[in-house]
């Protein structure tokens, strides 16, 4: 199949044959036939990524498998999708399903569109984005500019406006009344049913941490037969931005906005129902104690002054704590603060979730099937959120390797 493929490509007008390519797809053929990783290097123009493409489509479509392909950033990933997959897929007979997987702030919210904040725009702008929702087909940001540009807008116009209708972290998702149109949840659709899956590195590592962080209840990718890595040299700094996480003020500040947003949405959801009275009160009241004891956790912690380079608290190895480097700077008795703060901050999320479900349970009798269904669903989008980062705080107390530190900042310190 993939020769014939091949046979086809090089049949176009203006082709010029690259056996380094041939050789490339043959070696990736035999990977996927032989079920076992491997990697190889090819030089800039062989073009990789057909090489990658063609022995992905054949056999997805061959063995009904399903193929992530993932590359550094979303520019190569839209690439990949605009520009080399509809030439590939002409050189098969058939089409496997194929979905280009970005993170969700590069699709545009319909609630934010038609929502408060932009009724504050230009009222040329909002008419050009109801316009453009109208017609688009991924609601990315990518095809919004194209339009806006088809448009003549200028782009001052611009300046600011995708973080305003960026689909936020969490939502409400199926409590939302444009969720069946939603960009987003659209695209998790057509990925769910996808054979071949284009995506970039940050969200198969995300999609990993989803995973983890939710015993596997939830993902990004759905199951997958075979990973593709293409600028494979770039996966080690994409898994450091996503592994990175530092307990400071910023994450505090993060954590709490996010509860306040979860509280908002609970009240979005139940706006045009006539939610019984209290039960939002009771919400942001919850919300409120949340942010208040999370703040409380945070300043517990006694750091004392702190040298300009910061100290190491904890080393996951014996070899590497011996290291005269992490040795002169190791002050494992802070380690202890650092525990605290996050056991607290810990406690205090699964304290917040223990209690929304205990208020949803005080009001069952006053609130309607739908209402608590629309509760029960924006809770658990944000519980998601919320687990990451109950996740990632782990790892700042037990790292599974190397080393944590503790370094000031403008506003006191942050533990990385
Ligand atoms: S489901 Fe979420 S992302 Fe989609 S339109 Fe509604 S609020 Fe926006």
């Not at 996927?32 to 990697?39: D, I, Q, R, Y």
Request: glycine content about 6%.
């Amino acid at each position: 199949m993939v020769e014939a493929a091949f046979q086809r490509l090089e049949a176009q007008a203006g082709f010029e044959p690259r056996p380094v390519q041939r050789d490339m797809a043959r070696f990736v053929c035999e990977r996927l036939k032989g079920k076992t990783s491997g990697m190889v290097e090819a030089p800039t123009g062989v073009g990789k990524s057909l090489a990658a493409l063609l022995p992905a489509i054949a056999y997805s479509l061959q063995q009904k498998k399903r193929i992530v392909i993932s590359t550094y950033t979303n520019v190569l990933a839209e690439q990949y999708w605009y520009n080399d997959l509809p030439l590939a897929l002409s050189l098969f007979p058939n089409a496997p399903s194929v979905a280009l997987a970005m993170g969700r702030n590069r699709y545009a919210c319909l609630a934010a569109l038609h929502g408060k904040p932009l009724k504050d725009s230009r009222p040329e702008v909002v008419r050009f984005l109801h316009e453009w929702a109208g017609v688009a087909q991924y609601g990315t940001e990518a095809e919004l500019y194209e339009f806006l540009r088809r448009k003549a807008i200028p782009d001052a116009f611009r300046y600011r406006l995708w973080e305003t209708i960026a689909t936020p972290p969490a939502c409400r998702a199926k409590a939302c009344s444009f969720y069946s149109k939603c960009f987003y949840y659209e695209t998790r659709r057509r990925i769910a049913k996808a054979n071949i899956v284009i995506t970039n590195h940050a969200l198969v590592l995300s999609d990993a941490i989803l995973r983890l962080s939710t015993d596997d209840k939830v993902d990004l990718l759905g199951d997958y037969d075979f990973l593709i890595v293409d600028e494979a040299h770039d996966l080690l700094d994409a898994a450091a931005n996503a592994l990175e996480f530092d307990l400071d003020e910023k994450l505090l500040e993060t954590l709490i906005a996010l509860a306040a947003t979860l509280s908002n949405q609970i009240g979005e959801a139940l706006a045009s129902d006539n939610p019984p009275a209290g039960f939002t009160g009771s919400v942001n009241g919850l919300v409120q104690g949340f942010a208040a004891r999370c703040r409380d956790a945070f300043e517990m912690a006694t750091i004392p002054p702190l040298p300009r380079n910061g100290v190491v608290t904890r080393v996951a190895s014996t070899d590497l704590a011996q290291h005269p480097a992490v040795a002169s700077i190791l002050q494992s008795e802070l380690q202890a603060q650092i525990i605290a703060a996050v056991d607290a901050l810990r406690a205090e999320i699964a304290t917040l979730f223990r209690e929304l479900g205990q208020t949803c349970r005080d009001f069952k009798g006053e609130l309607t099937e739908g209402q608590q269904a629309a509760v029960e669903e924006t809770i658990t989008q944000f519980r998601y959120n919320f687990a990451q980062i109950h996740q990632n705080l782990g790892r700042l107390k037990e790292p599974a390797e190397g080393i944590c530190w503790l370094e000031p900042t403008d506003k006191g310190w942050k533990a990385c």
